[in-house]
């Protein structure tokens, strides 16, 4: 092989150079693809939305409905400024919890989660008293546009308990003790009235003007 002159060895340097730059590049734009695809069907909004929240939720407790519906018109009106992400949190005192948490599990695999979510929060006192929540869920899985074939297999799915069980032990470790439990910006905020506070601050603090998504 024929020793390569200075100005073939500059150019080849050049080009490897810009191969690296493009490979690097292609590497990264891979990475943010696969990474917002695979972003959870729980979450909505900006990820780079100055305020980012996590939320801890129980589908059957009336607080968390509160929290829920508020933070829903906060959306509404201020779409560019929140990130949310729903976990699940059932407690043993509610006894349709960790169902309602099944069947929302298994919208946000037929990326259904947020219809799902919106219509069972509404509903709530139709359904929390009943001794047999079934029939409601079902019917909101429909009025959801859910596959109903899907659903009655992804309710027998043992890893769909697990993801609940595991992000329940994943809150309890983070301090979770009770619904409705948010992370703000990494701060933990429990219950309704607090949530309300702490974005009324932050929108103070970042200079947004006043915040109105009340009920």
Not at 70 to 82: A, E, I
Not at 146 to 158: G, H, R, T
Request: overall charge positive; aromatic content about 12%.
């Amino acid at each position: 092989m024929s020793k390569l002159s200075k100005p073939q060895l500059t150019a080849l340097i050049i080009i490897l150079g810009v191969a690296v730059i493009l490979v690097v590049n292609w590497y990264k734009e891979s990475l943010i693809s696969a990474f917002q695809k695979g972003i959870s069907a729980r979450a909505k909004g900006q990820l780079n939305a100055p305020i980012q929240i996590i939320e801890y939720i129980d589908f059957q407790c009336p607080a968390c409905a509160r929290g829920s519906k508020f933070l829903k018109k906060c959306f509404q009106k201020y779409s560019d400024k929140f990130y949310l992400e729903v976990k699940n949190y059932p407690l043993a005192m509610h006894p349709h919890s960790f169902l309602s948490a099944r069947y929302a599990q298994c919208a946000a695999k037929q990326k259904k989660f947020w219809p799902f979510h919106d219509l069972i929060i509404d509903r709530q006192d139709q359904w929390k008293n009943l001794a047999n929540a079934v029939p409601a869920f079902q019917k909101i899985a429909q009025d959801s546009q859910m596959d109903i074939k899907n659903l009655e297999v992804c309710l027998q799915d043992k890893k769909i308990e697990e993801t609940i069980v595991a992000e329940k032990e994943d809150g309890a470790s983070r301090g979770v003790q009770s619904t409705p439990t948010y992370f703000i910006n990494g701060k933990i905020v429990v219950g309704y009235k607090l949530l309300e506070e702490e974005l009324v601050n932050l929108f103070k603090q970042g200079g947004y003007g006043e915040l109105v998504c009340y009920d």
